[in-house]
């Protein structure tokens, strides 16, 4: 998860266009094998423990409500810069549970990319946000 992560991170901070777009295909390349590992063991149900949701699915529905800022700050659409069809098909399924959907409420993703704008801003201007 880590590289998922670094990834992510130099996607949303890296000033230099070179950088961000090798960032984008390293992201790209942890969700493949990603869905490698869910077709794995997944047994071809909806969640990676099959057909009952489990600890990886939540631990790993909480980084879903981040794609939308990498969307918008790599200018890109992950899903269809990538070969995750299983991937995909498992982010809709696990959003659309009633534990992950009540979880995540508070994530608004819409919300996510505005505050992060107005974070980003403030710190190109060198003021400090206040807690």
């Known amino acids: 998860m880590v590289q998922f992560y670094d990834a992510g991170s130099k996607i949303l901070w890296s000033a230099v266009t070179e950088e961000r777009e090798q960032a984008k295909k390293d992201f790209v390349e942890v969700l493949e094998t990603l869905d490698g590992a869910f077709r794995s063991v997944s047994k071809g149900g909806m969640y990676f423990g099959g057909n009952d949701i489990g600890f990886v699915d939540v631990a790993l ?47 608004d993703p819409e919300k996510l990319v505005e505050a992060f704008q107005l974070y980003k801003k403030n710190l190109d201007a060198g003021s400090k946000l206040e807690p």
């Open 61 to 107: 529905a909480s980084f879903l409500c981040h794609f939308k800022c990498y969307e918008a700050f790599g200018e890109f659409k992950i899903w269809e810069s990538s070969e995750c069809p299983c991937l995909s098909k498992w982010a809709e399924n696990v959003l659309e549970h009633s534990s992950v959907k009540e979880a995540l409420a508070i994530a």
